[in-house]
């Protein structure tokens, strides 16, 4: 306490030996010492430092960013037109009951409408394997199979359901014998309950068949007196899978008889022999397994190849005797 007095003492007795310079100090108040009570420490006074606030910066303008929208090339528009072209939408005549029947055609898309918690079911032909099945959106779609029937009658059935409405994306399925495109959009309660195709290609095939079938069982002319049928001929050279099986005539016209291969085949032409042995092509009619020749001839070849060629040669066995006793032979 005595030390602290002292010091204030010593700073006052200072201050009149300062005033005498040239360049005179303003007089500094000082605070007076806090006095503690008796009997306890004498404990420094801090006074509080007053800190400013941070003041707030001003905002920093931002220019928005401006995207320039950018047309679609010509290109994009083509696959667009394309798209909305080969598109085919559910029609009313197209409905047997509940499930909407397409023609199919090779490149078409075919529309399909689900709805959530409804499964659409997507009928394949009977007898149809399926290789692959693959969607754009495997997330919000949900995407199954299974199967009906057995042995020939055996479908398979893809199930389809969206999970929300507003929803679009593709489907595409690869079988052994095709491959389908869809289009797939959903709503919120419209669903189509079943689709499925008939295939016009196959039935026209078909057609084709059964007509083959009829003209190879038809008879190869009318007409034809069996007592005048000659098969007095020889059949000869190499053996290649259209070997004629056999060869005769009516008097008037030439039949030779192919195995049933010759109409999955290539057909080799006919060529007629000459009196010196040079070969002229004839002209002749194709009938079921038949060629219908309108003349006779002594000796013909039928030639198929370009390299190595197969020659099947077709010889009439009686042509000597009837030289012999003054016949001829064309």
Known sequence: MK????????????????????TPMPTLPVPAPAIPAPGTAAIPSLAPVAVAPPQPSAPIAVAPVRYRKVPPSPAELRVRAANRLATRDPQARAFVNAAQVYPFSDGVLYRLFAAPERVTDIALQPGETVISVAAGDTVRWTVGDTTSGAGETRRVHILVKPFSPGLSTNLIITTDRRAYHLQMDSTSATAMAALSWTYPQDELIAIRRAAEQDRAAAPVATGLAVEQLQFGYAITGDNPPWRPLRAFDDGRQTFIEFPASIAVGEAPPLFVLGPTGDAQLVNYRVSGRFYVVDRLFGAAELRLGEKKQSIVRITRTDSERKRRRGGRVS
């Open 3 to 22: 030390a602290i007095l002292l010091g204030a003492t010593m700073l006052v007795a200072a201050v009149p030996a300062y005033a005498q310079t040239a």
